[in-house]
């Protein structure tokens, strides 16, 4: 059974930043992509970033380019987005996913609250 465990969310000042992580097992990710999005309140679920099986190859919001790195540990199945910079507008579940196209799995969500 998949799972995806998701951790580092939380409470951060605007201008703060914060480390998600999410450790995913359960089967082989071979050639999988891994990726972050997240919805706020009343918002549509969004896709914030991706990263491929070999890293080499990334996308990121418009809203969070500059700010936010994606990376993975292949070898630890883990993905992790680094948020700097962060903005209140930042705030929100925010979920991992991975997939291949085909199925995707969904993490449960972290909260990320930004102050301002």
């Known amino acids: 059974q998949v799972q995806l465990v998701e951790s580092g969310g939380g409470l951060v000042q605007a201008g703060g930043s914060l480390r998600l992580s999410c450790a995913a097992s359960g089967r082989t990710f071979s050639s999988y992509v891994m990726g972050w999005s997240r919805q706020a309140p009343g918002k549509e679920r969004e896709s914030v970033a991706r990263?491929?099986?070999?890293?080499?190859?990334?996308y990121y919001a418009d809203s969070v380019k500059g700010r936010f790195t994606i990376s993975r540990d292949n070898a630890k199945t883990t993905v992790y987005l680094q948020m700097n910079s962060l903005k209140p507008e930042d705030a929100a579940v925010y979920y991992c996913?991975?997939?291949?196209?085909?199925?995707?799995?969904w993490g449960q969500g972290t909260q990320v609250t930004v102050s301002s």
């Open positions: 990263i491929s099986w070999s890293g080499l190859s990334t």
């Open positions: 996913n991975v997939g291949d196209g085909r199925t995707t799995y």
